[in-house]
């Protein structure tokens, strides 16, 4: 066998030269990389972490302890910032954000949630200039659009936020803030049959966007269309305005931690038919605040939802006996007394929150609950028109009046009364618009019935309530 | 089966969550031989350029040495942060404007300490002298909040009202320098909340009436614990409470006793965290309205139906929510002309990060404006409770007034010792509703406080309009102008054919050329009562060719000219009547 350098054409030096090449590109490739790493910069920690809430001290120490592991981490340090933004520390979700920038200035979302930091501090210029130059860095970034318009949506410059919104909807078809943020334009430069249009195309991406109907009703006032504009303006108004979600501003929502937070949180999940998941948040936040009576409270209303309400009943306990001028405790325990079978209890709960708030609509309900659950139907309207004269304007009580008034009395005009006095207060409610159909189909108003599910199909198409109402209608 | 609703209510009960979101002028002119009468020449000030700064603090060396204050603290209860009114009245018609100065005292169950109003006597000079005690005017308990002022029982004397958390007080005026509490006797103690107040006429009858906003149903027993970023104890939202507490509208009887219409009126039908009020005929229909500014909730605008009924029409006259229906922390409200044609225009101060909020009047219908330099600009970083718009260069155009300070814990501390504490803002008016900003408000510096109620008034009466706030837990600011400067002006004092008060009047004014709008009424703002008279600044015009007035009772009189640079009693009937001066 022929050795290497027997072979015809290796020549020894050259290989070495070869070798060295190699090996020194490899060692300038370490050098570049060793110093263009990412810096190590100081962790931005909470300015003052004693005041803060123990839970919330407790996760951002975690997160903390997060990035020390991995300070060169841009992923980390954005879950830093996340985590600060999420707990309405923006000075050092600020930081966090910058940093992250810093280590990955690829990253448009780091640079955009610094430009939303200083926003949230009320530095709106600054902030404006930041999303601009973010836009023009990253033009084809569509969440930097949705922040630059309305920033400058917000600061009157109606030309910046019409580029902006132009754009977005041609980066993002689908989103219905490009259109929304169009018509928001064309209403301010006093061009309101201009907006419809654009405004109705939002609301046909997403029908529940209730700004984009807000700002309809207004450009149906404005020509004119004034029932039109009465009931866009009802059903939109009291919004509030989520911005354009992105891939980081889903995973907020895992890092709030204050006290009202989880209560927020754990009323959604109860909302969302989850009340078993409330509870585990709920126990979670009372370890950090184990005497936290909101917190206690939400969770033994959580506790009736899932069906315990023996131990709904003994954190109920606990409370009224620490505070027994304390109303919602009584209240949420004659609900649970109901629940496990003694409706007496259940009504001398309701009574006791009387005794202490005359007033208390939720307690005038709540005897409403225990007198039906005794099958006394007379005694529980007279208690759900007391919660009505207490609370006149929610839509709730009538419609639960009047599904009372339908369902167990057969007064289908005395339901018809309360259901469209609950339209009165809010036109836009899915559920009384269902029964209002409901019920004049049951009183022979077909033409009534088909109203009612037209306004139904334009406000919720996708709802329960639309798809049963237009099944219970005859075919034409 | 039976079908059992009970479930659904259930689905409401879930609802209920116990924890936290989170003056007369002098009368030295007579009035009977003239339309209008100068009451007292006042030569301008021979400044070649007006100098900067606007303001001069005047310290509590010219016995002004009021200060506000809460209780001891720390507790967190919802008065404390809305607490501290002014007002200007000239109570004992000496011709100067004297100030009235309402106090907290102490909420906290444990730590009763009753409410220190002050009454201040102007001396003139810039002096003033503490008259509390000889006046009578006296509350030993409650929590103050503000003020209005008004002469309800028409003997030409200015009356006072105080509202209060645990009971508002009305103070008659006696004419001899002293006060006697008739709260009881006219039936306007309002026990709840209170916050601002004015007195208007909206039956037209010529007698006073009442309008009360109150905040939240509150006591201490119903206190939480609420939290600001991170979870640092603070003060709660309002919402927290679930409580609105609905408005007070009391009728004037002319007998010296008022009687509770609101359910009759209407006003129950809607309401919301009441902060703010103004008044005026927002759709020129010829009937005084009501607009009430709510905390975090819609605001409601009640216009007036005749026969003692009013509507809200706020929602769809598009000035509930702003622009995208989302509802803003609504504080002091003022009712302006900004753009000088007539419409009554509503600007509104709010939270921080929300901005101050203008809805401009299109002819009956408002529009949340905003303009890059409109009075609304720059203003997301702060949280603005006393506001109003005065001419204080007298360029002829409105400036802008507005007292900050803040109700949460910030996430930027301007002063880490004063964490609620914030700088005023001040903008020069550049007229069609531009605005520039003023440095520190018009000072050499910047000032820090947390600014609560605010009255501006000429209390020398030299043409120059100064200003007062009242801070919470702090020293009232008292800020005489400079910056009135060699520019012309005119103030009016409004009266009925018979000599008493009026309010809710429009004012337009022609001079060389420049048609200029105001409406008299000094209750507005923020808790407090403004300068009674009706001030122009006029620029270089030094005569007013003509001035007309719409009385509240729909009557329009041409005044004619009138000399500049003095105050002016104006009195109803004693002008031309113009019946087409107005078009409404």
Known sequence: MASPESLPGYDVPRRLRILSAVFLLLVAAAVVQWIRRPPLLPIPTPRDAAALDPQVRAHLEAVIDGVRQAPRSAMRRATLGIAYAANGLWNEARQAFLDTARIDPDEPLARMYAAVALEELAELPGAFREFQALTAQEPGFAPGWYRVGECALRTGDLGAAESAFTRLSTLAPDEWRGPAGLGEVRLRQGRAADAIPLLEKSLDLETTARPARFLLGQAYRSVGRTNEARIALAVGAASVRHPMSDDWSELAHHHMKSIPDQLVKAEELCGAGRPDLAVDLLGEALKFHPDHPGLSHQQAMALNQTGQADKALAVLDRLITKDPKAIAPWITRSYSQVLLGRNEQGLADARAALSLATNSSHAHIAAANAWLAMERDIEAVAAVREAIRCDPRNPEIPLELGNILWRNLNDTNGALAQVERAIEIDPGQPRALAMLGFLSLE???????????????????????????RAALPQR | MRPTPAPALLAIAIAITQGCSPNPVPSTGSATNAAASPSAPHPPVATPTAPRPWFEPVGPGSGLDFRHHIGTGGRFYLPEMESGGVG??????????????????????????????????????WRFTDVTAASGLRVHSGFGMGCTIGDYDRD???????????????????????????????????????????FLDYDTDEHLDLIVVNYVRWTPEVERECFSSGGRRDYCSPLNYQAPAPPVLFHNRGDGTFEDVTREAGLLSA?????????????????????????????QLWLNQGQGRFRDDAPLRGCALNAVGIPRAGMGVVAVDLLQRGWLDLFVTHLVGEGNGLFLNERGIFTDWLVPDGPMAGSQPYTGFGVEFADFDNDGRLDLYVANGRVKLGLRESDPRHPYAEPDTLKRGLGDGRFLDVPFAGLSREDLGVGRGLAIGDLDNDGGLDVLVVRRDAPILILRNRVAGTHHWIALQLEDVRGNEVRNAMVRIEAEGRVLWRQHQPNQGYASSQDPRVHFGLGSASRVGHVWIRWPDGQAEDFGSLPTDQIHTIRQGRGTAAPGAFGW
């Open chain 1, 443 to 469: 009183s022979g108003n077909t033409n009534r019935a088909r109203a009612a599910a037209e306004q139904l199909g334009r406000l919720a198409p996708q709802s329960a309530e639309y798809r049963e109402l």
């Open chain 2, 88 to 125: 200007l009245v000239d109570f004992n018609r000496d011709g100067r404007l004297d100030v009235l100065c309402i106090d907290g005292g102490s909420v906290d169950p444990s730590q009763v300490r009753q409410p220190n109003h002050r009454l201040y006597r102007n001396d003139s000079a």
């Open chain 2, 156 to 198: 030409g004397w200015p009356d006072l009202y105080i509202t209060q958390y645990g009971g508002n007080h009305l103070f008659r005026n006696r004419g001899d320098g002293t006060f006697e509490d008739v709260t009881r006797h006219a039936g306007v103690g309002v026990d709840s909340l209170s916050t601002s107040a004015a």
């Open chain 2, 271 to 299: 309401f919301g965290n009441g902060l703010g009020v103004a008044t005026g005929d927002f759709d020129r229909d010829g009937r005084v309205d009501l607009f009430i500014a709510n905390d975090a909730m819609a605001n």
